[in-house]
C-alpha cells in the first residue's frame, strides 16, 4: 500500500466558532483515535488541524494509503476513516484518522482490478464491474493497493460473487453473495447463440 506523509497541529478548541475559524485559516479540523485509551480503558479522540492542501493527495485520488501522521512532533501511523465535504462547495470540512499498528487487523476498503479477457465478451457479451471496492481485514501491512479478479474463464451470463474470491493474508468482509463482476448477454451474443443453434 502506498503512504502520504501529513503534518498536524493540536488543538483544543472544538467547538463550532473555532472550527469555524480553523477553515478561514485554510486548516481542515481533524481527529485520530483508535490506539490510546484513558485509565478507565475507554477509547481516547485526539484533536487536531491540517492545512487543506496536506489533505489534496490523499483525499482526491482512487488509491488508498497508509498515512505517516505527524502531530506536534510525534509520529503515528494511520489510516483515513471518514471524511465531511461541504454539500456545496464540496470542500473538506472534517477528516477522522484511525491510528493502526502491526499487531491489530483493520477493515479497509481495497479497489478491485478486472484482469484477462473474458470467454463471454469474445462471444459477444458486455463485461460489468459490479464492486468497485472489496472491504478486507488483515494488518495494515498485508492490505495491497489493488484486488485483481481475473475474468478470463467468465462465460455469457455468469458471474463472480465475493464468494468466489480469496487471497492469502486476508480475510473478504464484504457480503459473500455480492457480485463482483458479470458478463451480460447483448443482442449480438445472442444472435450468435441462436445462429450457432441451427
Given amino acids: 500500500m502506498k503512504s502520504i506523509s501529513i503534518s498536524g497541529s493540536s488543538r483544543t478548541e472544538v467547538g463550532k466558532k473555532a472550527t469555524n475559524a480553523l477553515r478561514n485559516a485554510g486548516l481542515v479540523p481533524c481527529c ?25 493527495k490523499l483525499v482526491y485520488t482512487p488509491d488508498i494509503h497508509i498515512v505517516d501522521l505527524t502531530i506536534d512532533g510525534k509520529a503515528v501511523k494511520a489510516i483515513m476513516k471518514d471524511i465531511q465535504f461541504h454539500p456545496v462547495k464540496d470542500t473538506i470540512l472534517h477528516v ?17 482490478k478486472l484482469e484477462g479477457l473474458a470467454d463471454g465478451v469474445r462471444a459477444g457479451g458486455k463485461l460489468v464491474q459490479v464492486q468497485r471496492y472489496l472491504k478486507v481485514k488483515a494488518i495494515y501491512t498485508a492490505i495491497p493497493e489493488i484486488l485483481t479478479v481475473d ?14 474470491l480469496s487471497y492469502e493474508g486476508l480475510e473478504l468482509v464484504t457480503v459473500k453473495e455480492s457480485l463482483v463482476a458479470s458478463v451480460k448477454t447483448t443482442r449480438a451474443s445472442a444472435a450468435a447463440a441462436a445462429a450457432a443453434k441451427k
Avoid: H, W
Fill in 32 to 56: 485520530i483515535y483508535g490506539v490510546e485509551k484513558d485509565e478507565n480503558g475507554n477509547p481516547v479522540t485526539k484533536a487536531f488541524s491540517v492545512p487543506t492542501e496536506g489533505l489534496r
Fill in 96 to 112: 477522522d484518522f484511525y491510528q493502526v499498528t502491526e499487531e491489530k487487523p483493520i477493515v479497509m476498503a481495497v479497489p478491485v
Fill in 151 to 164: 475474468v478470463t474463464s467468465l462465460g455469457l451470463g455468469k458471474s463472480i460473487k465475493v464468494g468466489d
